[in-house]
Each structure stands twice: as C-alpha cells, then as structure tokens.
C-alpha cells in the first residue's frame, strides 16, 4: 500500500529517520540524515536524468543507483543494461514505479515519526484526535 503524500509536510526533517526503520534502498540514498539524497523525496525525472547522462559516457543503470538499489546498478552496469533493451525499459517503464515505492517508505516512516512526536508535544498536552464511532 501506498503512503500518500502530505501537503505542506517537511520530508526534510532529519529527526524524522533517526529510528532507522527505512528499507534497504531508502537508506542508500540517505544524505546529512535526510533520505532522498538529503530532499526528503525522490524525484522521476531526476532518476531518468541520473540514466540518460550516464549513457551517454556508455554507463547503464545508473538511475538505479539513485534510487537506492546499488546491486541492480551494478548488474546493469556488467549487462551494459541487457545489451540496451532492459535500459530502455526501465528509463520508459520502471523507474517511475521503483521511485514511487521508495517515496512510499520514507513517507510512511516520516508519518509514523511526526505523529508519535505529535503525541508527545506541547508541554504535557496530548494532541490525539478521537474519532466518534457514533452514528
């Protein structure tokens, strides 16, 4: 499942990542405690432009490197990305869906964090919104 995205909410926050509970790839890309290459987030675009200038000095994979997925970088980097096809389409078809499931989890660990943050803020108040199950 998808964590959706929260307006106005600062995915720059490093307090947000101290507990460690990002994945694999979402800690790879981890930069002054920030993941997402120290924006919070990830970017498509910035992951298509990471593989296309890699190309052109005859280096595949590299917008896997972005992403976190160091392994699969390197396997491309060996294959020269299949001979070109599995490049191809990945910059056209995957990449957007890889980048998509990272944001997901630094999301949902930055969520988790600020809301039991919430929790403890304000001096001793206690900032939970109960929901009447009431009809």
């Known amino acids: 499942m998808s964590e959706e995205y929260r307006e106005n909410f600062n995915y720059g926050n490093p307090n947000y990542y101290k507990q460690g509970n ?8 981890i930069s002054d405690g920030i993941p997402g290459h120290g924006n919070g987030q990830l970017s498509t675009s910035t992951a298509r432009l990471w593989g296309c200038i890699a190309c052109c000095f005859g280096v595949q994979g590299c917008q896997r490197w972005y992403v976190g997925e ?66």
């Open 70 to 135: 160091r392994g699969c970088c390197l396997l491309c980097c060996l294959t020269e990305g299949c001979v070109g096809i599995g490049q191809i389409v990945d910059m056209c078809c995957l990449i957007s869906g890889r980048v998509e499931e990272v944001n997901s989890d630094i999301r949902r660990v930055a969520h988790q964090q600020y809301d039991a943050n919430k929790v403890h803020d304000g001096g001793g108040q206690v900032d939970i919104i109960y929901q009447d199950n009431k009809h």
């Open 22 to 29: 990002l994945s694999g790839s979402a800690k790879n890309t």
